[in-house]
Structures are given as C-alpha cells and as structure tokens.
C-alpha cells in the first residue's frame, strides 16, 4: 500500500503541474489586454460604437448573411448599377457587405475592382443599413509578389526596426486614408470591420503560422492597431481576428492579440462545410466561439465560408443553416459571410437559375437569418 502511494504522489504531481501550466497558458493568452465593454478603440466614432453594441445584441437573436464583392460583380456581369446575384436570388441585398482593399497602392485591388468605384458602393450599401467588411489580401512587403507569396520572411522586416518597416507604414498610411475617405451622406465616418492578416493560422499567406513567430504576428497586429488610431487617427474600424479552421480554445488563441486589439472573434471555414460528415467539426467551431465571445466580451462571427460553386441543391438549408441552428450556442455568431462570385467555376453564392436557388430563398426567409431588408438600425 505504502509503496503504491509512494508511487502515485509523484505521478499526480505531474499531472497537477501540467493542468496548471494549460490553464496559465490559457489564462495569459486571453489576458493580453483587458476585456473592455465596448470596441477597442476607446476614441471610436459613435457610429462604430453603435455597430458594435448593436451587433453583440442582434447576435443573440438573428445571424446576419454577408457577400463579398456583391455590389461589384457576379457571375457574368460586372459592375451593372444596381446589380447583385445575391438580391436576384433572393429578394434582398446582403446584410455584410465584404470588400478587399488588398494592391492598396493601385487604382484598382487585386480583384480588378476600381478602389474609386468601391468607395461608392461602400457608401451605397451603408446607407441602407447594411454593414461594411473589409478584408486585405496585401502583396508581400518585401519580395512584392502577391499576398501567397510566403518567401522572405515579411512580417519580421515590416516590424518596428525592420527594413521594410517604413515602407510599411506607408501602406498603412494609404489604408487610413482609404478608411478616412468613407463617409456617409452626413459626413459622417462609415464604420468598418476591418480584418487584416485574416487566415493567420494557415501558412497561405506571408503573414501566416510557419512564416512568422507568434511574438511577430502580435506585434504585428498591434502596432497596426495603435498606428492606426493613434498615429493616423482612424476611429471607424472595429478589428476582426480571423483565423483558419480550429478545434480548441487554445489553437484559436494561440496569436490572439489581446482584448484591447480585437472586437469580432471571427473565423474561415471553407474546409467543413464540404460533407455532411463533418457537422460535428463546424458545430465545435460555433461553440468555441461563442463561448469565448461571452467570455471575452467580443462579436463572434463566421467571416468566411462556401461551397465553391455550391453543386448541392440544398446545401443553404441542409448544411449551413443546420450548423447554424443545431443549439442555443451555434447560433450566437453575429453573421456568416460567404465569398466572391467571380465566374461560373468560382462562386460562393447563388445566381438567377443557379442549382442552389431556391434553397438560398428558404434560407434567406428563415426567421434566424437576416437580410438587408430585414435589418434594425444599426448606426444609432
Ligand atoms: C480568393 C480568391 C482569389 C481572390 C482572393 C482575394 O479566395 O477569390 O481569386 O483574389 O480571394 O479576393
């Protein structure tokens, strides 16, 4: 007996040191800046002040339905006054609007899209209500190649004391001005969910997981922040961090840049919403985020997802709205945002006579999700 316990103290020992070094490592993650009540710029616009407690509220009872690039293109049409594949399929506009300022230095972004052009749809959208979402597929600072380029190591050159971080900041500099220049028809500042460095967890981009350290991507994320605001006077943005697929607290966490830098705990899931087989895998994201959101007294929200070219009639109502709905917890995401209809071999939402069509108008009336035409004022 004695020598049992002999035996077991040292073993429990171990075990108690190892939960206690996770739940620290958890702790301090999530402690990096304190929770605030409202968005982390303290100086923000009343205006992004009101999105933000008004999205966090309309989160526990509706899931707005964002696009990207829905103004500016569908599949075979390109900027026709008026126009968007989402509103023909279902009756409405989308509620998120996603745009993409990545080639911020050009006439026009990565996409093609005029910078001028999206400014006014911006604007357009925006004052029917709906919300603004800005992603930035920036080109790599340091070679110049695009934003999939991962050679060169950028996020350490772009930092404080980097070579490339003067250049950096001009990037940034041209960001603020893009985000400055978006007013609303009382000259008002419209107010953006901007949400750089986006898929951080994946090694796709110059700024994801292998190519830098977790220390640099934080550091990264908070000078821009405080560039931003307190340099370049921005206080229109609120800040999605958005990582890649997860499965753990601790995976989602892992870079998180603290509760003073980040408002909507977001995520991208293409990978799950393929089969039907992997319900289980989304329906664990939906918890974890909204869980941490209660906690951390931040917007979850599904920033990215589709089915490329959505071959599966049903694919609305049978997968996406059946994660969304399965429990209490699922359906806190304040929205879910599907991506570009550039062709017919590369589109996330539904067009005129397009396989998923009427599925995506059972979707659109179900009474969790909400359109543009069924918004609450959000700016107030
Ligand atoms: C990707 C694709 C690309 C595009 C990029 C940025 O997912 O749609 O064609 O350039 O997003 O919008």
């Keep these: 007996m004695k020598v049992k316990t002999i035996r077991i103290i040292p073993i429990l020992f171990v075990i108690v040191f190892i939960l206690g070094f996770c739940q620290n490592k958890g702790q301090e ?34 899931v707005l339905f964002g696009h990207q ?26 509620a998120v ?36 979402s800005i992603s930035w597929h920036e080109h790599n600072p340091v070679t110049g190649g695009n934003a999939w380029d991962t050679s060169g190591r950028a996020v350490s050159h772009i930092l404080q004391g980097g070579s490339h971080h003067e250049q950096w900041k001009q990037k940034l500099d041209l960001v603020a001005d893009f985000m400055l220049s978006l007013k609303g028809s009382h000259g008002e500042l419209i107010p953006v969910v901007f949400r750089p460095y986006h898929e951080l967890t994946g090694s796709w ?22 560039y931003l605001t307190s340099v370049k006077n921005v206080h229109n943005l609120l800040y999605a961090y958005s990582t890649d ?27 799950t919403v393929s089969s039907l087989e992997s319900a289980d895998k989304t329906i664990n994201e939906l918890h974890l985020i909204a869980d941490l959101g209660e906690r951390l007294n931040k917007i979850p929200a599904w920033t ?42 590369h589109h ?31 700016y107030k």
């Design 245 to 271: 697929v997860f499965d753990s607290e601790e995976y989602y966490l892992e870079r998180y840049p603290g509760n003073k830098y980040v408002d909507v705990l977001g995520f991208d899931d293409y990978r």
């Design 97 to 132: 609007y996603g745009w993409e300022i990545g080639n911020i230095a050009g006439e026009r972004n990565l996409d093609s899209v005029s910078f001028a052009k999206m400014k006014e749809w911006i604007r357009e959208g925006y004052e029917r209500g709906g919300v603004i």
């Design 69 to 94: 690039d829905d103004l500016a293109y569908g599949v075979k049409w390109w900027d026709e006054p008026g126009r968007s594949d989402v509103k023909e399929t279902s009756g409405s506009y989308p």
């Design 29 to 62: 993650q999530m402690k990096r800046g304190l929770a605030t009540g409202g968005p982390c710029d303290s100086l923000a616009t009343a205006e992004t002040k009101a999105l933000y407690y008004n999205l966090k509220e309309l989160a526990k009872t509706e």
């Design 348 to 378: 996330y939402a539904p067009y005129a006579g397009q396989k998923s069509a009427a599925d995506f108008k059972k979707f659109r009336d179900d009474e969790r999700i909400l359109f543009e035409d069924e918004l609450p004022e959000l």
């Design 304 to 345: 990215e997802t589709g089915l490329v070219s959505i071959p599966v009639a049903d694919w609305w109502t049978g997968t996406i709205l059946k994660r969304i709905k399965n429990d209490s917890l699922t359906r806190q995401i304040a929205w879910v945002l599907v991506w570009r209809n550039a062709r017919p071999d």
């Design 205 to 226: 981009f110059w700024w994801g997981k292998d190519l830098c350290t977790s220390d640099e991507f934080i550091e990264l994320w908070q000078f821009t922040k405080d």
